[in-house]
T-cell receptor, first 111, second 113 residues
Framework: GDSVTQMEGPVTLSEEAFLTINCTYTATGYPSLFWYVQYPGEGLQLLLKATKADDKGSNKGFEATYRKETTSFHLEKGSVQVSDSAVYFC??????????FGTGTLLAVQP | SAVISQKPSRDICQRGTSLTIQCQVD?????MFWYRQQPGQSLTLIAT?????????ESGFVIDKFPISRPNLTFSTLTVSNMSPEDSSIYLC??????????FGQGTRLTVV
């Protein structure tokens, strides 16, 4: 079945460091791909999305490119801030329109 | 976009009791979804709640344990029945998965003691 694999955390970075959180997927066809963010004590919020191969989603300085050849959707940010500390979830929408989530990656940014 | 309100935001319950979680959406939606997020885990879909019909449960979840109501197009409830400590989780309501992005409530943090 469809699945999402993302790198385990926690990821601890200093402010202004470069961030990469890896995400790969297994799915039938070409699913839409998403990154969701969960700040402490809050529900999930959509961070960015891409709906077809080679699309780049971007928001708040975060980017991710839909790579069909490597079935990947890695999240990147050039300079993280303390306020970016959260749990990040990679997800895909399956052929049955259900969202399949990865296990989440905790990011801790230190001043 | 959709704004989702969940109540309660957290609760501590005795084992063997039941808790009903409410989800209110600020617009009419066809499908509402209930997820469970166990400590340190990702989100697992419990069921899809359709207005006017019985909920559709995912593998591993049954109606007797997680009865769901969907009385209208803006409201749904999830009950966690006969609770045990293993039911301690965050329960999340979601809408909007059919065509666009999904929106989530802030979640209900349940602790069973």
């Amino acid at each position: 079945g469809d699945s999402v694999t993302q790198m385990e955390g926690p990821v601890t970075l200093s402010e202004e460091a470069f961030l990469t959180i890896n995400c790969t997927y297994t799915a039938t066809g070409y699913p839409s791909l998403f990154w969701y963010v969960q700040y402490p004590g809050e529900g999930l919020q959509l961070l960015l999305k891409a709906t077809k191969a080679d699309d780049k989603g971007s928001n708040k300085g975060f980017e991710a490119t839909y790579r069909k050849e490597t079935t990947s959707f890695h999240l990147e940010k050039g300079s993280v801030q303390v306020s970016d500390s959260a749990v990040y979830f990679c997800a895909l929408r399956s052929a049955t329109n259900k969202l399949i989530f990865g296990t989440g990656t905790l990011l801790a940014v230190q001043p | 976009s959709a704004v989702i309100s969940q109540k309660p935001s957290r609760d501590i319950c005795q084992r063997g009791t039941s808790l009903t979680i409410q989800c209110q959406v600020d617009s009419q939606v066809t499908m509402m979804f209930w997820y469970r997020q166990q400590p340190g885990q990702s989100l697992t879909l419990i069921a899809t709640a359709n207005q006017g019909s019985e909920a559709t449960y995912e593998s591993g979840f049954v109606i007797d344990k997680f009865p769901i109501s969907r009385p209208n197009l803006t409201f749904s409830t999830l009950t966690v029945s006969n609770m045990s400590p293993e039911d301690s989780s965050i329960y999340l309501c979601s809408v909007g998965q059919g065509a666009g992005e999904a929106f989530f409530g802030q979640g209900t943090r349940l602790t069973v003691v």
